[in-house]
Nanobody, 126 residues
Framework: VQLQASGGGLVQAGGSLRLSCAASGRTFSSYAMGWFRQAPGKEREFVAAISGSGAITYYGDSVKGRFTISRDNAKNLVYLQMNSLKPEDTAMYYC????????????????????WGKGTLVTVSS
């Protein structure tokens, strides 16, 4: 699986951005998808995850209520809608995939990720 993230950019605090991740392959729905981020000098952090079916979602505490993950299995796309952005959301955001044994499986730890995309940079100014 190859993953390509896009949609990053510079936004003011309080603003919104939508990240997209395009996946290659014909078995997209068999992968749980997720977003992770890494700020300069910090460890990679879990942001959001979604099951292969799209029915199950899970969020990191720092983004709960502000970010929404979704997917379109017909188009092999996963999205991250980010609202009420804060300067501390500034980071490189990575799309990730984990092979799912069931349609409800979600992966919220980098240890279960099999494929990583190149990141897209999000910068939130104060």
């Amino acid at each position: 699986v190859q993953l390509q993230a896009s949609g990053g950019g510079l936004v003011q605090a309080g603003g919104s951005l939508r990240l997209s991740c395009a996946a290659s392959g014909r078995t997209f729905s068999s992968y749980a998808m997720g977003w992770f981020r890494q700020a300069p000098g910090k460890e990679r952090e879990f942001v959001a995850a979604i099951s292969g079916s799209g029915a199950i979602t899970y969020y990191g505490d720092s983004v709960k209520g502000r970010f929404t993950i979704s997917r379109d299995n017909a188009k092999n796309l996963v999205y991250l809608q980010m609202n009420s952005l804060k300067p501390e959301d500034t980071a490189m955001y990575y799309c990730a995939a984990a092979r799912a044994g069931t349609s409800s499986y979600v992966c919220s730890d980098s240890g279960c990720i099999e494929y990583w995309g190149k990141g897209t940079l999000v910068t939130v100014s104060s």
